[in-house]
């Protein structure tokens, strides 16, 4: 059948390109991290990963990354309900001020945050003016902070799309079979929500556990993140291809693990095999 | 609830365009500091307007952007109808997992692995130079790929299986099918990814950094550099020029779509009262 | 077509009128790469730190369009200068370490040099002759014998100083007393606790410690190291942070009080901020930034033109004023308009009397290490960035977080596959 040519076809260019621009390097990361100076076959790389302030400097990175998409998500959610309740002029609308801020250069926003959360800055100048005074800079939470300025977008755009597409008819029947308000959001918009939710999580995650530049400067530089050491390994003092790329495959594999997790969450089959969503 | 929700608007946008005020703020500096207020003043704009390296990678940044973004945008609407219409369970686990992976690598990897593809090609090629616009090009719309195929899949997953075959059995090619019934649903998806993909080109520091050549520099390389030496207001006014440029657009957007709208409301009116003045005739005419 | 756009919702449409616009832009890309290059315009490829030269903003000299120009009256040739800039030395070196980076100019500093001249990554210069062939001008000689037979290039073959500098301490007048001032165990007084800086680089931030102590900065002892190591664990809960360019920043307005950092950019902030105040500790590091050719240079006998070029008067005293930093040039040292803008205090500041450059250069300056040294250093410092860990509200937030997620994810599992039995 025609259709059936053309759909599955349709992946084919993609495919191609992945093959020689997403496969083809990730053969290098793996060539270098199974490699040593010499290019002969080694596991010195992986075993380094777990001894040493390895494992302490991945927990840390974590810890950031899921109180931060945590928050997002809890920021997210209401918002992308509300966005998807507004007229349809207004919902255009917002989704482009959403992401004016993504297109601000992110050092000048990071430069920015640190003129608000200095001790000297502009927050603690106002709330000097009755008294009080926070330390918010150089710390893990101002991090979080950045993390989810910069994030927040991402996670809120695909909620609101998949909401957005909500059949309006499926809402119309739950409230016609005697569902509360409250039992609409929870059992019929939530979970039909929940591909765009896995697809925030997964656009922002991921970039928040590898983050640097928001680190160093609104961190004062005083933790040492995992976006920080492979940054080092790659473009620092002593520059070790190898070890660096070990400490990528590593966060790659944590993270292909937790998004498995999620996915098979989130496309859930029946007993048959059928997709239940 | 209503207010509730407005107040909780209120509070998510302080805090997205806080740091945005603060940069309009400095933008207007009279001194030369980026924390220190002195005085107001133009300059730093006059100086943004002649600064010849600064615009040109602006333009280069932009043009660069937007082509990637239209073709990841292209090339990713055709990935997510193939991965959605596979039917082998593993194949498209595979397909997807092998997508997401410029999304779960470190920036630095990607930038760094391209990078020696790159130069491994240079090589084999024999070229001069083995990196340029091209090899940063490829870069930008392989690390966009997967934010454009993550916008657009849900779409397809949300979009209800019948509705194409329907519109097939009502004697549509599938072509025409595709074109009416699929692609209008999955919009705001394609729409979400062009957009995510432009601002993820835009913004991108460190794979610019490792794929770009001698000749071409992004915005964001640029400002990195300056800020090495003496953070100046100069690249506050610049970013917030951009701002009021996509403020700007964003109005004659809404403009443009609130005449849609007029149009269409005063369409209804007038079929209304036309409506109405019937009615009030066939009454009359009853009547008499 | 008609039909198509027609029947599709706005959002649709709105959706193909943004594609036909970029496309038109695609079209204006092709345009644009072309253009810039015509024939009978010759290129030239320049890798420098970002506001390193003066290229007149705010009314300066621009040393680019100035060679543009210079090279248009000595050859008849158009030129179109391509001017890009890094942050850092290990950058330009993953940028250059491939060998046909595209390059015709690069500005290395010193220990850098020495490590791209191993590494056979620089051609070799000769001003002369090139100035010789295109009829031009040699400024060489512009540099004095005490900038000469550096130790990275004994034999000035492959690189030609530009700027250079050494480290000191800046402090805020109002809140420093004076008492503290005069060496580096400044950086240690728990009086100024939480207002101190430190460098954000392994380099520097060891090379505080060692010039304290009056240890070797290029030991290879990693004895010598470890030392170094628990003198900085010592000074960590004291520093407000580690910093680089946000160094500016904090020292301007206030935040902090006390950093570590260079001359020049000190004459940056006291413009901004007049209670700021600078002392050299001895001994200091000292570094030059040199200007070299890369290997694989397309275009190295232009590069060669431009070093030349800015060696003479008019870029290199615009330039000197720009960056702020001491310069290598006889000219500039002599210029009256220089000492004129830059004014006694920072020409005192910059150009000490007595100061003997070679002998500073053999002691003090940063050389490159050997591979097992860099890496001691790497992971040491890694040690240093990572003790004391986050503090511990975040790990508990963290963990309950993660506690709850896993039970919600259990929760609608046990409920996905309860309600599934009914199908």
């Given at each position: 059948m025609?259709r059936g040519?053309l759909?599955?076809?349709?992946?084919?260019?993609h495919i191609v390109?992945?093959?020689?621009?997403i496969?083809a390097p990730?053969l290098f990361a793996f060539?270098y991290?199974?490699?040593?100076?010499?290019?002969?076959?080694?596991l010195?790389n992986i075993?380094?990963?777990?001894?040493?302030?390895?494992p302490?400097?991945f927990?840390?990175s974590l810890?950031l990354?899921?109180?931060?998409?945590?928050i997002c998500?809890?920021?997210?959610?209401?918002?992308?309900?509300?966005m998807?309740?507004?007229?349809?002029?207004a919902?255009?609308?917002?989704?482009?001020?959403?992401?004016?801020?993504?297109w601000m250069?992110f050092?000048i926003?990071?430069?920015s945050?640190m003129?608000l959360l200095e001790?000297?800055?502009?927050?603690?100048?106002?709330?000097?003016?009755?008294?009080l005074?926070f330390?918010?800079?150089n710390?893990?939470g101002a991090?979080v902070?950045?993390m989810?300025f910069c994030?927040?977008?991402?996670?809120?755009?695909p909620i609101?799309?998949?909401m957005?597409?909500?059949d309006?008819?499926l809402i119309e029947?739950?409230?016609?079979?005697?569902a509360s308000?409250?039992?609409?959001?929870?059992?019929?918009i939530?979970p039909?929500?929940?591909p765009g939710?896995?697809s925030?999580?997964?656009?922002?995650?991921?970039?928040q556990v590898?983050?640097?530049?928001i680190?160093?400067?609104?961190?004062?530089?005083t933790?040492?993140?995992?976006?920080d050491?492979?940054?080092s390994?790659?473009?620092?003092?002593s520059?070790n291809y190898?070890f660096g790329?070990?400490?990528?495959l590593l966060?790659?594999?944590?993270i292909?693990?937790?998004?498995?997790?999620?996915?098979r969450?989130?496309d859930p089959e029946?007993?048959?095999?059928?997709p239940m969503l | 609830?209503k207010?509730a929700?407005?107040i909780y608007l209120a509070?998510?946008?302080?805090?997205?365009?806080?740091p945005?005020?603060v940069?309009?703020?400095i933008?207007f500096?009279?001194?030369?500091?980026t924390t220190v207020?002195?005085?107001?003043?133009?300059r730093?704009?006059?100086?943004?307007?002649r600064?010849?390296?600064?615009?040109?990678?602006?333009?280069?940044?932009?043009?660069?952007s937007?082509?990637s973004?239209?073709?990841?945008t292209i090339?990713?609407?055709?990935?997510?109808m193939?991965?959605?219409?596979?039917?082998?369970?593993?194949?498209r686990?595979?397909v997807?997992?092998?997508?997401?992976?410029p999304?779960?690598?470190?920036?630095i990897v990607t930038?760094?692995?391209?990078?020696?593809l790159?130069v491994?090609?240079?090589?084999?090629?024999?070229?001069?130079t083995?990196?340029s616009?091209w090899?940063l090009?490829i870069?930008?719309?392989t690390?966009s790929l997967?934010?454009?195929?993550?916008?657009?899949?849900?779409?397809?997953?949300?979009?209800?299986r019948?509705?194409p075959?329907?519109?097939?059995?009502l004697g549509c090619t599938p072509?025409?099918?595709f074109?009416?019934?699929?692609?209008?649903f999955?919009?705001?998806?394609i729409?979400?990814?062009?957009?995510?993909?432009?601002?993820?080109?835009?913004?991108?520091?460190?794979i610019s950094n490792?794929?770009?050549?001698?000749?071409?520099?992004?915005l964001?390389?640029h400002?990195?550099?300056m800020?090495k030496?003496?953070v100046?207001?100069?690249i506050?006014?610049?970013?917030t020029m951009?701002?009021?440029?996509?403020?700007?657009?964003?109005?004659a957007y809404n403009?443009?779509?609130?005449?849609d709208?007029?149009?269409?409301?005063r369409e209804?009116?007038?079929?209304?009262?036309f409506?109405r003045?019937?009615?009030k005739e066939?009454a009359?005419?009853e009547?008499? | 077509?008609?039909?198509?756009?027609?029947?599709?919702?706005?959002?649709?449409?709105r959706?193909?009128?943004?594609?036909a616009?970029?496309a038109?832009?695609?079209g204006?890309?092709?345009?644009l790469t072309?253009?810039g290059?015509?024939?009978?315009?010759?290129r030239v490829?320049?890798y420098?730190?970002g506001?390193?030269?003066?290229?007149?903003s705010e009314g300066?000299f621009?040393?680019i369009?100035g060679?543009?120009?210079?090279?248009?009256?000595?050859t008849?040739?158009?030129?179109?200068v391509?001017?890009?800039?890094?942050d850092s030395?290990?950058?330009l070196?993953?940028?250059i370490?491939s060998g046909a980076s595209?390059?015709?100019v690069?500005?290395?500093?010193d220990?850098m040099?020495?490590?791209l001249?191993?590494e056979?990554?620089?051609?070799p210069i000769?001003?002369?002759?090139t100035c010789?062939k295109y009829g031009?001008?040699?400024?060489?000689?512009?540099i004095?014998?005490?900038?000469r037979?550096?130790?990275?290039?004994?034999e000035d073959?492959?690189s030609?100083?530009?700027?250079?500098g050494r480290?000191?301490?800046i402090?805020?007048?109002n809140?420093?007393?004076?008492?503290?001032?005069?060496?580096?165990?400044?950086?240690w007084?728990?009086?100024?606790?939480?207002k101190?800086?430190?460098f954000?680089s392994s380099?520097d931030?060891f090379?505080?410690?060692q010039y304290m102590l009056?240890?070797?900065?290029?030991t290879t002892?990693?004895?010598?190291?470890e030392?170094?190591l628990e003198k900085l664990?010592e000074?960590?809960?004291l520093i407000?942070?580690?910093?680089n360019?946000?160094v500016y920043n904090?020292?301007?307005s206030?935040e902090?009080?006390?950093?570590?950092?260079?001359?020049?950019d000190y004459l940056?902030?006291?413009?901004v901020?007049?209670?700021?105040?600078?002392y050299y500790?001895?001994?200091?590091?000292?570094?030059?930034?040199t200007m070299c050719?890369?290997?694989?240079?397309?275009?190295?006998?232009i590069?060669e033109?431009f070093i030349?070029?800015?060696?003479?008067?008019?870029?290199a005293v615009?330039?000197?004023?720009?960056?702020k930093?001491?310069?290598p040039n006889?000219?500039?040292?002599?210029?009256?308009?220089?000492?004129?803008?830059?004014?006694e205090?920072?020409?005192?500041?910059?150009?000490?009397?007595?100061?003997?450059?070679q002998?500073?250069?053999q002691?003090n300056?940063y050389r490159n290490?050997?591979p097992?040294t860099?890496?001691?250093?790497s992971s040491?410092?890694?040690e240093?960035?990572?003790?004391g860990?986050?503090p511990?509200h975040?790990?508990?937030?963290?963990?309950a977080?993660a506690?709850l997620?896993a039970?919600?994810?259990?929760f609608?599992?046990?409920?996905r596959?309860?309600r599934?039995?009914?199908?």
């Amino acid at each position: 059948m025609k259709r059936g040519f053309l759909a599955r076809f349709a992946a084919v260019p993609h495919i191609v390109w992945s093959v020689i621009f997403i496969i083809a390097p990730l053969l290098f990361a793996f060539f270098y991290a199974f490699t040593d100076g010499e290019g002969s076959f080694t596991l010195d790389n992986i075993t380094r990963l777990f001894s040493g302030n390895y494992p302490l400097i991945f927990l840390n990175s974590l810890c950031l990354a899921l109180i931060a998409t945590v928050i997002c998500l809890i920021i997210s959610y209401p918002l992308a309900y509300i966005m998807s309740r507004m007229s349809r002029r207004a919902q255009s609308t917002m989704m482009l001020l959403i992401m004016i801020p993504l297109w601000m250069n992110f050092l000048i926003m990071t430069y920015s945050w640190m003129t608000l959360l200095e001790d000297t800055g502009i927050i603690n100048t106002i709330l000097g003016k009755i008294g009080l005074n926070f330390h918010m800079i150089n710390t893990p939470g101002a991090v979080v902070v950045g993390m989810i300025f910069c994030y927040l977008p991402y996670m809120v755009l695909p909620i609101y799309s998949v909401m957005a597409g909500i059949d309006p008819k499926l809402i119309e029947a739950s409230q016609d079979l005697g569902a509360s308000s409250r039992e609409v959001l929870t059992k019929v918009i939530m979970p039909l929500s929940l591909p765009g939710v896995i697809s925030g999580i997964t656009m922002v995650f991921v970039p928040q556990v590898s983050t640097f530049y928001i680190s160093q400067k609104l961190g004062g530089g005083t933790f040492q993140l995992i976006g920080d050491t492979i940054e080092s390994y790659f473009t620092g003092v002593s520059i070790n291809y190898h070890f660096g790329a070990a400490l990528s495959l590593l966060l790659m594999v944590l993270i292909i693990i937790s998004m498995g997790v999620m996915n098979r969450f989130a496309d859930p089959e029946d007993m048959n095999g059928r997709p239940m969503l | 609830m209503k207010t509730a929700s407005r107040i909780y608007l209120a509070l998510v946008f302080i805090f997205l365009y806080a740091p945005l005020a603060v940069m309009i703020l400095i933008s207007f500096n009279g001194g030369e500091s980026t924390t220190v207020m002195d005085g107001t003043s133009l300059r730093w704009y006059r100086e943004m307007l002649r600064d010849g390296a600064t615009l040109q990678a602006l333009q280069n940044t932009v043009v660069l952007s937007i082509s990637s973004a239209v073709i990841s945008t292209i090339l990713g609407t055709f990935a997510a109808m193939g991965i959605h219409h596979m039917r082998r369970k593993a194949l498209r686990s595979a397909v997807m997992t092998v997508t997401n992976v410029p999304m779960m690598n470190p920036d630095i990897v990607t930038g760094i692995s391209l990078m020696l593809l790159f130069v491994f090609a240079g090589t084999l090629l024999g070229s001069e130079t083995y990196l340029s616009f091209w090899t940063l090009l490829i870069a930008h719309i392989t690390f966009s790929l997967p934010y454009v195929i993550l916008s657009i899949l849900p779409k397809f997953k949300q979009m209800d299986r019948n509705l194409p075959e329907a519109a097939m059995d009502l004697g549509c090619t599938p072509l025409q099918s595709f074109l009416k019934v699929e692609l209008p649903f999955i919009a705001p998806g394609i729409l979400t990814g062009l957009i995510m993909a432009f601002t993820l080109s835009f913004d991108d520091f460190v794979i610019s950094n490792f794929t770009s050549g001698s000749g071409f520099e992004t915005l964001t390389i640029h400002i990195f550099a300056m800020t090495k030496k003496s953070v100046k207001p100069d690249i506050y006014a610049l970013s917030t020029m951009i701002f009021f440029v996509v403020l700007v657009m964003l109005l004659a957007y809404n403009f443009m779509t609130g005449a849609d709208e007029r149009r269409a409301r005063r369409e209804r009116e007038a079929k209304a009262r036309f409506l109405r003045r019937l009615r009030k005739e066939t009454a009359g005419k009853e009547a008499a | 077509m008609k039909k198509i756009i027609n029947a599709a919702q706005p959002a649709l449409r709105r959706a193909l009128a943004l594609a036909a616009a970029a496309a038109l832009l695609l079209g204006s890309l092709a345009a644009l790469t072309a253009c810039g290059a015509s024939e009978g315009t010759d290129r030239v490829y320049i890798y420098n730190l970002g506001e390193y030269l003066a290229d007149g903003s705010e009314g300066i000299f621009d040393c680019i369009s100035g060679f543009e120009e210079y090279y248009e009256e000595l050859t008849g040739r158009g030129l179109k200068v391509y001017y890009t800039t890094f942050d850092s030395n290990e950058d330009l070196y993953a940028k250059i370490s491939s060998g046909a980076s595209g390059y015709d100019v690069i500005v290395p500093s010193d220990y850098m040099v020495a490590r791209l001249i191993a590494e056979d990554l620089l051609l070799p210069i000769d001003l002369e002759a090139t100035c010789e062939k295109y009829g031009a001008e040699c400024y060489y000689d512009n540099i004095g014998p005490e900038f000469r037979g550096m130790y990275y290039d004994p034999e000035d073959e492959y690189s030609v100083p530009y700027t250079y500098g050494r480290v000191g301490i800046i402090y805020n007048t109002n809140y420093v007393n004076e008492e503290d001032l005069g060496g580096w165990d400044i950086l240690w007084n728990e009086k100024y606790a939480g207002k101190i800086l430190q460098f954000n680089s392994s380099r520097d931030g060891f090379g505080t410690v060692q010039y304290m102590l009056g240890i070797d900065v290029n030991t290879t002892d990693p004895a010598d190291w470890e030392l170094c190591l628990e003198k900085l664990l010592e000074q960590k809960p004291l520093i407000q942070g580690y910093v680089n360019d946000e160094v500016y920043n904090k020292m301007e307005s206030g935040e902090a009080w006390i950093a570590p950092y260079y001359a020049g950019d000190y004459l940056f902030m006291l413009d901004v901020n007049e209670d700021l105040g600078f002392y050299y500790p001895e001994p200091t590091n000292i570094f030059v930034d040199t200007m070299c050719v890369p290997k694989g240079a397309p275009n190295r006998e232009i590069g060669e033109l431009f070093i030349n070029y800015m060696l003479s008067e008019e870029p290199a005293v615009a330039s000197a004023e720009f960056v702020k930093y001491a310069s290598p040039n006889t000219v500039v040292r002599e210029s009256e308009e220089y000492a004129e803008e830059l004014g006694e205090e920072a020409m005192e500041i910059l150009y000490p009397e007595d100061f003997d450059m070679q002998g500073e250069i053999q002691a003090n300056a940063y050389r490159n290490l050997d591979p097992e040294t860099l890496e001691l250093l790497s992971s040491l410092w890694e040690e240093l960035k990572i003790s004391g860990g986050m503090p511990s509200h975040v790990y508990i937030i963290a963990a309950a977080l993660a506690v709850l997620i896993a039970a919600a994810i259990a929760f609608g599992v046990i409920k996905r596959r309860r309600r599934s039995k009914w199908w």
